[in-house]
């Protein structure tokens, strides 16, 4: 156990009241150096019976707290860095868990079935942000997304300039 240190935010962070419910963890070797493989030891099987439970089901337990598996950025996977939250209230009453963030991150079920993909796209909300503005309401116009038909298949139409899709 090491820090607490100061991680830079990111969009999850900033959209919940309690930063203090998120932890980040490092994966790490004794000597603070990431894990490395040994050709020796049968890695896939370590990694299952020590980690596998932390990620899954059981969480992690720190100062009397439990943290359920959140999420992860691409650039903090490389680290074997991942996000952590413990269940919490908000300001408003509402109860926030992993599932409930994951949830309102958005629609993902067209990938959900692929899990690296479904990851991949949680994965943006969790990238390090510095905050820039924030939007008064009136400064938002919701317009429909542009959808099309073809050989029967329903798309919506996003090429990222300008808009932003929900």
Known sequence: LDGPFADQSNSVLRR????ESFIRVSVRDE??????FDRES???????????PIFTEAGLDV???????????SSA???????????HKQNDGSLVTAASIRLAL??????AHVPARWMARIAQAF??????????SHEILRIPDIEFTKNGKTSVFTDGVGTISL
């Open 77 to 87: 996977l490389r680290d074997h860095s991942a996000w952590f939250v413990a269940p």
């Open 42 to 52: 049968d890695v896939a099987a370590f990694l299952r019976a020590r980690f596998l």
């Open 127 to 136: 990238t390090a942000t510095r905050p820039t503005i924030t939007l008064k």
């Open 106 to 111: 958005g629609n993902f079920s067209k990938v």
């Open 63 to 73: 100062a009397g707290r439990n943290f359920a598996f959140l999420g992860y950025s």
């Open 31 to 36: 000597d603070f150096d990431k894990i490395h």
């Open 16 to 19: 919940y009241d309690h930063p």
